[in-house]
């Protein structure tokens, strides 16, 4: 209660049979398709493959960036886009996990409530469970915010941050038979034995954003408890999840056993303050962590606007073929060269080096990427045209060396990762 008071857990009996069976399924079909990865991660500048395979679903054009490796969503089916998916039962996966999402979504704001994380003075005579009820329902309607608030009793600044911290986008997936592992690392300070995912915080969230995890480990006959009472410490058959506070080995671990269909909830600021790992059982495990991605930088919204923004600076002459640049102002020029790396190395280059994997289950991704590499191709142009204007006779000497100096930074970091991309 009081170190890891912020730690939610529930037992697969509060949720519905429905939902246990749809995401159940779900996961399965996914295996059975191929659809699940280990990821190519970079760690202090070596490359490792993952021991847990992956796949990450969410809103369409939303991404995922972990140990500077880009996750790009498998779309889940979204009112106003048309997804294409390579079979129905990877269609049924998705519309299961976004169910999934929803119910975990309410949970969340429940748990917040119920642990007075929102308390504000205009709600301290309001009952939490009336809250939670209202909360639940306001959700399940899905009504707008401001229509809605007159009921929940809750100001509309707290309203619209939890639900900006609780609205999950994406879904990592993950995957594990530990049988099929010839090494697990051993949990090194507490003795809690075999670990699937070492400690760590997860990254890339939006600040004290929930993470909610629903677990399903495939349990057969040999997975059940392995004869409890002989076992000191946890049951080494038995799936867990870790927990520590950040930097201290005095206080006690806990380790949590995580039976088939289980979720947790790691609220407010837990991510941040404690960590996690994943301790490894007999069976194999699938899991569904739901996350709020800080994914400002990290939409195709996003890096379409960063485009359109740099290719403002391209004139095209009336015979269409004759291209030239409106402006050499070291600031625009600069900007330009700074979108074009980011358009190579964050989308493109991340994109395909992963392989044409996402395939497996969609092609949502091949028109945006085509598109992506299109504006690309014209900002190849638009450095070419910098560096041919740089080398006139007839630019002032003091103009040209601005130019160089606003530029030479960015184009020396763009062959310094094309080189390692390469390598890659």
Request: proline content about 4%.
């Amino acid at each position: 209660k009081t170190k890891y008071s912020k730690l939610i857990f529930r037992k697969s009996d509060t949720v519905p049979e429905e939902l246990h069976q749809m995401v159940q399924e779900g996961f399965l079909a996914l295996r059975k398709h191929n659809c699940f990865f280990q990821d190519l991660v970079r760690i202090k500048g070596k490359d490792f493959v993952t021991p847990v395979s992956r796949i990450l679903i969410g809103n369409p054009g939303c991404t995922y960036k972990y140990l500077n490796t880009r996750l790009f969503t498998v779309p889940w089916p979204a009112e106003g886009y048309d997804i294409k998916y390579c079979s129905p039962q990877i269609h049924d996966a998705c519309k299961a996990l976004i169910k999934l999402n929803d119910y975990l979504h309410i949970e969340a704001v429940k748990a917040l409530q119920g642990q007075n994380l929102f308390e504000t003075e205009e709600t301290k005579d309001a009952t939490v469970i009336d809250r939670e009820q209202n909360f639940a329902n306001f959700l399940t309607k899905k009504e707008s915010v401001s229509k809605d608030q007159s009921s929940c009793g809750v100001p509309e600044g707290d309203y619209v941050s939890l639900k900006n911290r609780t609205s999950y986008n994406v879904t990592l997936l993950n995957y594990m038979d530990p049988l099929q592992m010839l090494y697990l690392k051993q949990e090194p300070y507490f003795g809690m034995g075999n670990m699937a995912v070492s400690w760590h915080h997860d990254e890339n969230l939006v600040e004290r954003s929930t993470v909610a995890v629903y677990s399903y480990s495939c349990e057969g006959s040999i997975a059940e408890e392995s004869n409890e009472q002989n076992v000191k410490g946890r049951d080494p058959a038995v799936w867990h999840i870790g927990l520590k506070v950040a930097w201290d080995i005095e206080t006690p671990g806990l380790a949590v056993p995580l039976h088939q269909g289980d979720f947790y909830l790691m609220l407010d600021d837990l991510n941040a303050t404690h960590q996690h790992c994943v301790l490894a059982g007999y069976s194999p495990r699938f899991s569904s962590t739901h996350r709020v991605a800080e994914c400002s930088r990290g939409t195709l919204e996003y890096i379409f606007g960063q485009c359109e923004l740099a290719l403002q600076n391209l004139q095209t002459g009336s015979d269409s073929m004759a291209l030239s640049l409106k402006s050499l102002e070291p600031a625009v020029v600069k900007q330009a060269e700074e979108i074009h790396n980011e358009v190579e190395f964050e989308w493109l280059r991340q994109f395909w080096f992963q392989g044409k994997r996402y395939l497996k289950c969609t092609d949502w991704w091949l028109k945006p990427m085509a598109k992506l590499e299109e504006f690309w191709r014209k900002m190849e142009i638009m450095t070419s045209l910098v560096l041919s204007e740089v080398g006139k006779k007839e630019q002032i000497e003091k103009q040209r060396k601005e130019t160089i100096s606003s530029i030479l930074l960015v184009l020396t970091e763009r062959q310094k990762l094309r080189k390692e991309w390469a390598a890659r």
